[in-house]
């Protein structure tokens, strides 16, 4: 939630004409959850002011990473009295064990929170069903 | 001479004190806002026009029906819950979203139209526009001939 604290580096200004005409100024690293359950792992993260077309999640050599560029277009103008926080990117990565289908990743935005969800391969699902089976008997 | 300077520079004097008197009574009530402890949530950018006062705050996850905004007098109010991350059968394996009720109390310079106060969330970003009461807004009075 404090963004401040979690600012990682300020962006160099790119030379694109589109970028030049946003104001955007920080890539933050957002504060994220992960839940697992028995057949997959759940990362949630907190991306406000992020619109869907605006995530870009990619998984190579077992890290999963995204990057997610805040929408500035209906931020109101006028004069500061008060500024707690600067809006900004996001821009995280995750190293996911070998346990994971990188096939069946599967992303959505909600109210500006990301919902990634990784799924375990079967055979490790089985595994962990053999093992707990195992141990009640 | 010195009496003459002293007199000149006073209104300036008193100008700065009107400044800090408007920011304290901005301020004033902030630190009741809260969660799980943590001071400040949600963060809040306020900003002025000519016409209103605008209030924006980031609050990913928290859905519209989860949230209050209430306006009585020159005090705005936040309160809401984010949900926790639960469900049959989870493992919390990493927490850094908080979660749980916030509750945050601008105390706001101007005097506000309440009826005319609109909000809107969208992707996570809250924003408030509270319009002054008619006569909060600076007229232009023109010079007759």
Not at chain 1, 2 to 18: G, I, L, R, S, T
Not at chain 1, 44 to 73: C, H, M, N, Q, W
Not at chain 2, 65 to 89: C, H, Y
Request: proline residues 5%.
């Amino acid at each position: 939630m404090q963004n401040e604290d979690k600012k990682m580096e300020v962006q160099a200004c790119c030379p694109d004409e589109v970028e030049a005409k946003r104001v955007v100024t920080h890539t933050y690293s957002p504060a994220v959850d992960v839940l697992e359950r028995a057949d997959e792992v759940v990362v949630l993260a907190d991306l406000p002011g992020v619109k869907t077309k605006d995530v870009d999640i990619e998984y190579e050599d077992g890290r999963l990473s995204f990057t997610a560029r805040t929408d500035t277009s209906n931020r109101a103008t006028g004069k500061t009295l008060l500024h707690e926080y600067e809006p900004g990117d996001f821009r995280r990565s995750f190293r996911v064990g070998d346990a994971i289908d990188a096939s069946g990743i599967r992303a959505e935005m909600n109210d500006g929170v990301l919902t990634l969800r990784l799924p375990k391969k079967a055979t490790e699902v089985a595994r962990k069903i053999e093992v707990r089976s195992g141990g009640e008997s | 001479m010195y009496r003459n300077r002293v007199a000149i520079l006073d209104p300036f004097r008193s100008f700065n004190h009107e400044i800090d008197r408007v920011f304290a009574e901005m301020l004033r009530g902030w630190p009741r806002a809260e969660m799980r402890g943590k001071a400040g949530f949600p963060a809040l950018n306020v900003l002025e026009t000519e016409s209103s006062v605008i209030v924006e705050a980031e609050l990913p996850g928290v859905r519209s029906e989860d949230l209050d905004i209430k306006v009585q007098g020159k005090e705005l109010t936040l309160e809401g819950r984010r949900p926790e991350p639960s469900g049959d059968g989870v493992t919390v394996r990493r927490r850094e979203r908080g979660a749980g009720e916030f509750t945050r109390i601008v105390q706001l310079a101007h005097e506000i139209d309440v009826d005319r106060v609109t909000a809107s969330l969208e992707d996570g970003v809250l924003t408030v526009t509270l319009p002054k009461v008619v006569s909060e807004i600076p007229k232009k009075i023109p010079i007759g001939s």
